[in-house]
């Protein structure tokens, strides 16, 4: 069996993420989304929201299991028997970001790899933190979500402006 951890904040799941999530589940037997609790930033979404969003957005994807950890993420991988790690690559700003992180994870865990899937052309300029700051103008973001992820940013710009 070949499964693989896909980690990130998905402070909202894009579908820069979904893509990646798609792809890199094609390419194995399972494909664990791990949800990051304590990652430093004050996230918009809670760890139970963003797991629901993406548990939500994946549902008809058989091999995709979504949940939230934290910690370090090789222990993460350990405890589940994993010895993937999926990223994905935009542009080479990720680049230097993402070689710090699997170096330091290889030397951490010899025997967990990251692999890179780099993104679809369509989605190479999209990140969640465009998606929060054009939401919290009242932008447009269906291009970039879900709709049923656009309807649960939208509620939350809601909640905060009142
Ligand atoms: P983190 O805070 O760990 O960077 P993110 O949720 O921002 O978490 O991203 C998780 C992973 O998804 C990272 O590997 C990131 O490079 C990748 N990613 C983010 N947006 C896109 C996108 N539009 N296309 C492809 N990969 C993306």
Redesign the pocket.
């Known amino acids: 069996m070949k499964a693989g951890i896909?980690?990130?904040?998905?402070?909202p799941?894009?579908?820069?993420?979904l893509?990646?999530i798609k792809r890199a589940a094609a390419l194995m037997d399972n494909l664990i989304v791990g949800v990051?609790k304590n990652?430093g930033?004050t996230p918009l979404f809670s760890v139970d929201e963003r797991v629901n969003m993406l548990r939500d957005a994946v549902k008809d994807i058989e091999n995709v299991q979504v949940m939230s950890f934290s910690g370090l993420l090789v222990d993460f991988a350990r405890q589940h028997g994993v010895n993937v790690i999926v990223?994905?690559?935009?542009a080479v700003t990720?680049f230097e970001y993402?070689l710090l992180m699997s170096q330091t994870n290889r030397v951490m865990a010899p025997d967990i790899d990251t692999i890179f899937?780099t993104?679809?052309l369509d989605?190479?300029?999209?990140?969640?933190s465009t998606v929060r700051e054009i939401a919290s103008y009242g932008g447009d973001i269906s291009k970039f979500v879900p709709p049923d992820i656009e309807d649960i940013i939208r509620k939350k710009y809601k909640e905060e402006n009142r």
């Open positions: 896909y980690p990130g904040s998905f402070d799941a894009t579908f820069g993420h893509d990646i990051l990652n930033k990223r994905g690559l935009r990720d993402e899937l993104t679809s989605y190479a300029y999209l990140s969640s």
